[in-house]
């Protein structure tokens, strides 16, 4: 009884802490001292595995240098705020406690103006201000003390606390639909105390509506499954229903500091040449073709092909048919043949025909058809080859059902066969954007056009989305916009 009485004191050791934003006395688990250190430690972890860019980067100063003006104007100006650009096509932001704010690239890139820039940076700041971080800590905690005590007077049945575990998760697991509101409606004050348009935050959250339009499209015409998707950030409430709540919030005037026409071009300057999807890192997608420049390799898709260059894989996918392909790479402790690791990978009794093997530019490859269970296909014929360079190995994987596979053999051969190293005189470079006017009798199909179509059949809708805009929208003659190249 000792234990559960001590247990049950933890919970309230802390006492109730005033809420800097509501004023209010709530029940937290945490010090401000003790945010701060949870703050530093989670920063210093994410910053080993994050490929930020490095602090003296005119992105990163010119993102710093935003986001202190809206600090200032916050409800906790005393603290010190970090911001950082993550070097990734993600579309999302969060902040840590205590005033570490991260920003993906792919985000910023959808930015059409500084007042956009501040709204995101607004956002986040507010999570930090309302201690949304200390909550959440706080709920965890409070279950995780809750659940001692419980387990001492009744004993749980085995596999309840995992089961409880995951719901706790569930609960818990990013903010919640009033958090998230909260930070948007801090975002509309801090901007009109820092002198910029309160009105951008709608701007933004119309932005986010038209890039989770464009996905679900995307992924609806390639054949995939469509899912309810909240936003650009994952954990936030549906992006409409944000946009509406937001302008109703907007009950601050619009004290524009700033000339809107010169806040455009000055986001945008910072975006000139910036990689649009993909580096030359984690490689790139350039309409049906992939380039991947760290590896030195290349390689092309036929007509109908659809690509996705995830953190891990690169995938593909015939639109509308159940044909597949997966590019992986594998680090090497051992030296081996293609033909021997082909054989570790596969099961003697799965292959059907016989093992190919040569040389083609620096690879060493082998390839085998093996009936396998694959994603989407549980009865697959695979069309797999290894290809080895050094310390590693590059695992190509091509299926389709058994029953449909010779009807795709031939472009399975067609892929395999474009494997090439890379060149950029002959494969190009990672695209990137770039600026140019609205000249009169411009449409976003013309500007598709005149950048070769590099992001797909979708490139037209993709500029549009990427300007703040629907795709019959215009901008004004002479208005500059972004283009990618």
Known sequence: MRIVVALSLALFAAGCAVNPVSKRHEFVLMSEQQELQLGREMAAKFEQTLPLLPAEDPLVRYVDRVGQRVARSSDRPELIYRFHVIDDDTINA????????????????????????????????????????????????????????????????????????????AVVQGYGREEELQADELSIRYLGAAGYDPRATVRLLETLKRIEQLRREERRDAGEKVEVY?????????????????????????????????????????????????????????????????????????EGWVLHNGRDALTARVRRQPVYFRLTLRSLARRTTARGLLRKLVPERRIRGPIQSGVRGPWRWARVQADLSQPHVSKARVDLSVWLQRDRALLLALWAPRDQAARWQGQFDTIVASLHRYSRSRDGAVPVITLCHWRHGDSWRKLARRSGMVLGPFTARRLAVLNGMDPEERPDDGEVVKLVR
């Open 94 to 169: 969060f902040a840590l406690p205590g005033g570490y704010i991260y920003l993906h690239r792919g985000l910023l890139i959808h930015l059409n103006d500084e007042s956009e820039l501040a709204a995101v940076l607004g956002h986040e700041i507010g999570h930090v201000t309302a201690r949304h971080a200390v909550a959440r800590y706080t709920q965890i905690r409070s279950y995780q003390l809750g659940k001692a005590i419980a387990s001492i007077l009744l004993p749980v049945p085995q596999g309840v606390g995992q089961l409880t575990d995951m719901l706790a998760l």
């Open 230 to 302: 909240h936003g650009a950030f994952a954990s936030h409430p549906e992006t409409e229903k944000r946009i509406r709540e937001a302008v109703a919030r907007l009950r601050v005037p619009a004290r524009i500091g700033e000339d809107r026409h010169a806040s455009h071009l000055a986001m945008l300057q910072q975006l000139q040449g910036r990689p649009y999807s993909g580096s030359a890192r984690e490689g790139a997608i350039l309409g049906r073709r992939f380039i991947h420049p760290k590896l030195g390799l290349a390689l092309a898709f036929p």
